[in-house]
């Protein structure tokens, strides 16, 4: 069955980078974009970006564009966002989510058919 | 890109009917039928409920169905249900590789 099963909770401090990881099993790894979100405490749902890790192609939302990072590792199906410049805003859940695509051609769709189940990043001095 | 827009919150008795609007522009929902809704529970991830404007997953009921108008998606769940109590987000293509979901809207059963 198809997991996405993303690393623990981290506490850093303000200034400070952090680097969640998603790794993917039960499906072709190389054959679905995925997706970066964020969910403030009480918040609502939030966009960060979009990786395919078939070619290398990544889009992130202009709110996070120069502090954002997605990356991949195609030998242990893992990707992973990294967030510099933390401040205390940064607070929240963040999830991986896969994309379902299409059917019968190969684009990313923005249906988030499965999840991770999210990591804590807790920013405080 | 802003956020789509979504009422904070509707409510409906067991077995009512509540609709849930999501507002966007030309840009993304006026402009593709991208258009998802997810349901998600306190403490949870959320969870996939329509796609492509009004299809469902399998393991969705059809209690759930979605429409599209213009620069507005919504989300009708039917015979509502105590474990409907959860929070609901639309989310749309925005163009260029680019997504944006809704503020999210409270749904209680009274």
């Known amino acids: 069955q198809v997991q996405l099963v993303q690393s623990g909770a981290e506490v850093k401090k303000p200034g400070a980078s952090v680097k969640v990881s998603c790794k993917a099993s039960g499906y072709t790894f190389t054959s679905y974009f995925l997706h970066w979100v964020r969910q403030a405490p009480g918040q609502g749902l939030e966009w960060m970006g979009i990786i395919n890790p078939s070619d290398d192609v990544t889009t992130y939302a202009q709110k996070f564009q120069g502090r954002v990072t997605m990356t991949w590792d195609t030998s242990t199906s893992t990707v992973y966002m990294e967030l510099s410049s933390l401040r205390s805003e940064d607070t929240a859940v963040f999830y991986c989510?896969?994309?379902?695509?299409?059917?019968?051609?190969?684009?990313?769709?923005?249906?988030?058919?499965?999840w991770g189940q999210g990591t804590l990043v807790t920013v405080s001095s | 890109q802003s956020a789509l827009t979504q009422p904070p919150s509707a409510s409906g008795s067991p077995g009512q009917s509540v609709a849930i609007s999501c507002t966007g522009t030309s840009s993304d929902i006026g402009d593709y039928n991208y258009v998802s809704w997810y349901q998600q529970y306190p403490g949870k991830a959320p969870k996939l409920l329509i796609y492509g404007v009004n299809k469902r997953p399998s393991g969705v009921p059809d209690r759930f169905s979605g429409s599209k108008s213009g620069n507005t998606a919504s989300l009708i769940v039917s015979g509502l249900q105590a474990e409907d109590e959860a929070d609901y987000y639309c989310s749309s293509y925005a163009g260029s590789n680019i997504y944006v979901f809704g503020t999210g809207t409270k749904v209680t059963v009274l």
């Open positions: 989510a896969r994309d379902k695509g299409h059917q019968n051609y190969y684009a990313s769709s923005g249906y988030y058919d499965y």
